[in-house]
Structure formats: C-alpha cells, structure tokens
C-alpha cells in the first residue's frame, strides 16, 4: 500500500512562505522533482499537438510562477534544485498553470513544476509537479520525490542543467484561438483576472477571437493577487459586469486554472452549471451522455442532467481524483463546482481561460444568455462552513466523535445530504449541508459547526 503523501496535497505542495515553505525546502523539493522525473517520465505525451519540438537539452522541465511575491525566489530555488540533479529548465517566466500543463506536451520536456498557491491567499506560495505529458503527478510518484526531499545526504548530478529563457504565451493563446471558431463581435465579456497570471494573456485570447473584453485586475500584482478579487470573491466582477453592460463575465483564481462566472444581472454561475451547460451544448459532451462530477457537485444539476439522459459519476474533491474517473470510465467532461473543469478533447487539466473562451463561444454559437440556461437549472440550497483546526485530520481517527457525528447526520434522514471531510490545502474542515429545504440545510450546518467547534475546544 502506498503511504500517504507527506507535502503533497490534494493540488500539489502548498504552504505559508518563511515557516512551511522556504528558499532551501523548495531547492530540495526542486532536486528531488529533477532525480524522479528524469527517471521516471521519459517522453509519453498527449495528442494536443501535431508534432513534438525536440529542441530542447536533454533532459528539460518547463517551469513558470504567478504573480506572488515570494514566487521568483521560490522559482529559482527550484530551477537551482532542478539544475543541480542535471535536469534543464526552460523558464516560461509568469505564466498560467494551465499553460504549463498543455505546453509541456508540446516539448521533448520530462515534465513541468508551477510555483503558486492557486488560489490561497498571499502569504501562502506552492509547488505543483508534472509529468512528461501534462498530467499531474500520482501519489506513488509524489511518495518518491518525498523520499528525496527528506534526505539531506545530497546529491551532485555529473553535469548541470541549464537555464533557458522562453515566453510560451503566443503559442498558448494561439493554440486557444483554433478551438474556437465563432466570432465574438459585438459581445461584451467581463474578465477578472485576480492580479495572477491570466492578466495580458486572458485579454489577448478573448480579443482575438473578437471579444469586447472589460478587464479587471488587470494588473500583474503579487501585493493582491486573489485579494478580494478572482474566482474566490466575485464582488468586483459583479460592479464590472454591471457597470460596463457586459453579457457576461469570468473570474480566475492566481494561477487560472479554474474559473467563476457572473451573467448579465449579477448571479454567480458556478462549475456545475457550466459543466452542465458545455455538456448540453457541445456536441461530443451531448453525443456521449457522461460526466464526471465530485461530492460537492449540486444534486439539484446532477439530476436534471440524470433526466436528460446522462449518466454520471461522482468522486473525491480535487481535480487528480476527476481526471481520474474521466479516464477510468472515459469520459470527455468533468470538474468541480469551485471551477476546476477538465475538457479532456482539448487540454489535459483544468483550465479557466480555455473554459471561458469555450462556454463563450457555445453561448454566441446557440445565441444563448447565460441568465436564462442558469435559471432553467434547478438547485438545492447548500451550505457551506469550513472550521479552523490545529489538527484537522484528527477526528477521523476519534471513535467517539466520529458516533456522535453520525448520530447527528442520522437524525436528519435522506432530507440533508452531508459531506464533511479535512481540506486538502489548509488546516480546515469542509462542511456542506444540502437539502430541497435551505432550512434543513441552513440548520444542519449549523449543527454540525457546533459539534466540531466544541471538539476543537477539547
């Protein structure tokens, strides 16, 4: 059995920088990545591209950052580590997560590390690791490179890498234009691209399939990246959308792998309905019938999908367990409601701008409002709390708590549906509550933060 990662997460390393997270941990973290890829990813690539460029020194990763503050010292910490284990690095400099992903197939590259915390806040910074095709690493592989991180034996490879500099943008928002083939003048589209790395190049893609595009946060900022702003607060996307008249806008998160919508009179359209909406209206998604969604996912849309014929799958949080069942099952969509959405015809992993610029296209495609496919949508009431927590895995392993938990969640039947777990990022426990009565889901919830509030306190 495979032991459970010690630094890896649900969505790669994440920490605080200066306690969790420093220049020396993440120079190991960079060897350890070099010594495992080197050996273990020698070249498997996805379909995305016609032809693989084999220009680069062997052996190479890609690596970007966002906009943080602590993202170019922790970058080249990193590319140091990975030098140093005889691994090159093609700098892509700020760059989107999802970039990296797909460009990592376009490469003779053994894979790919981001620096970002995604969508954390600003004093938090993270390490995310790829493989030779795009795809995040598994947790056996995550396992190893541990293993290498914890050993401070060292390790001096017989030749250093080196450092090439590269700016894969053209050919990123190239590559999104070609998937798109609808003209969008005289569309208005509002972006919000949470002073992270979507800024300039979010823009770009969306002008240059004809978009009127309002930008906000617009400014690469690494002081207020994901600051009241971007996929996790929508306010400022909605004062956009409303102040410009736009027929609909997108938030990112820091890193734009995932994405929120708002429609033209200011309701938030989460992943489920977008998913819902790409599935009903992209053909090969409707032809295909099957979708893949996770434990948080609406009831409400997961039925009315159910009613249309579709069948689908639900699995953990996090998008490596989606891409998973996506594959297990073969299925072309799936994703999360916090915006993680994985369209496997087009990219090998969430993508926010690609999603953005596909449900646009589909909307002026159909002739569609965004307000109006939302509102035919039913959904549940949820309810949502996450509990700070010194140790928030703990209670797992507490019998008695775990009794008096069940005890509650049974006192309410099949009218609330819960779903309770540890945060795979932060010190937290995630509680949702959802019922066809938001009563039941608004008191279930807080039945439920009172037990865990007062285990806290033991």
């Not at 052996?59 to 990975?82: E, M, Q, W, Y």
């Not at 949080?317 to 915006?339: C, P, T």
């Not at 959802?434 to 919830?445: F, G, K, Y």
């Amino acid at each position: 059995m495979i032991p459970a990662p010690k630094y890896f997460g649900t969505d790669g390393i994440r920490g605080v920088v200066g306690s969790d997270l420093t220049a020396d941990f993440a120079f190991r973290v960079g060897t350890a990545v070099g010594l495992v890829l080197r050996r273990v990813y020698r070249g498997r690539k996805l379909p995305y591209f016609k032809h693989v460029e084999d220009a680069l020194p062997h052996p190479t990763a890609l690596l970007a950052c966002d906009t943080r503050i602590s993202s170019p010292v922790l970058a080249r910490a990193v590319t140091d580590g990975l030098n140093s284990a005889g691994v090159s690095v093609m700098d892509l400099g700020v760059a989107p997560t999802p970039l990296v992903a797909l460009m990592v197939n376009r490469y003779n590259a053994i894979g790919g590390v981001m620096v970002t915390a995604s969508h954390n806040p600003v004093d938090h910074n993270g390490i995310k690791v790829f493989r030779s095709d795009g795809l995040k690493v598994d947790p056996k592989t995550a396992v190893a490179i541990e293993e290498l991180v914890d050993d401070r034996a060292g390790y001096k490879a017989p030749d250093r890498g080196t450092v090439l500099q590269s700016d894969a943008r053209p050919a990123y928002i190239s590559y999104l234009s070609k998937l798109a083939n609808v003209n969008g003048a005289g569309v208005k589209v509002a972006l919000d691209m949470a002073h992270g790395a979507a800024c300039g190049l979010a823009q770009q893609a969306f002008a240059a399939r004809g978009f009127d595009v309002v930008p906000i946060c617009a400014e690469p900022d690494g002081k207020r990246i994901n600051v009241r702003c971007g996929a996790t607060d929508l306010r400022q996307l909605k004062r956009g959308v409303a102040r410009s008249g736009a027929d609909w806008g997108f938030a990112f998160d820091g890193d734009a792998d995932r994405l929120m919508a708002i429609d033209a009179d200011g309701s938030v359209v989460n992943g489920d309905f977008l998913m819902a909406l790409l599935a009903l209206n992209h053909r090969p998604y409707r032809d295909a019938r099957r979708l893949v969604f996770t434990q948080v996912t609406n009831l409400g849309v997961e039925r009315y999908l159910q009613d249309k014929g579709f069948r689908t799958y639900r699995t953990a949080v996090g998008d490596s367990n989606v891409l998973r069942a996506m594959r297990k099952h073969g299925v072309l969509i799936g994703g999360e409601q916090s915006g993680h959405i994985i369209c496997w015809d087009k990219t090998c992993g969430g993508d926010g701008v690609l999603v953005a610029l596909f449900v646009s296209e589909l909307l002026v495609r159909r002739g569609l409002s965004l307000g109006e496919f939302t509102r035919n949508v039913p959904a549940y009431a949820q309810v949502f709390k996450s509990v700070p927590m010194r140790d928030h895995r703990g209670w797992q392993e507490d019998s008695g708590f775990v009794r008096r938990l069940r005890r509650l969640q049974n006192g309410y039947g099949n009218d609330v549906r819960f779903y309770i777990r540890p945060s795979g990022t932060e010190n937290l426990v995630r509680i949702l509550t959802e019922s066809a009565n938001p009563v039941l889901a608004r008191r279930a919830n807080t039945d439920v933060v009172e037990l865990f509030d007062t285990y806290g306190r033991k």
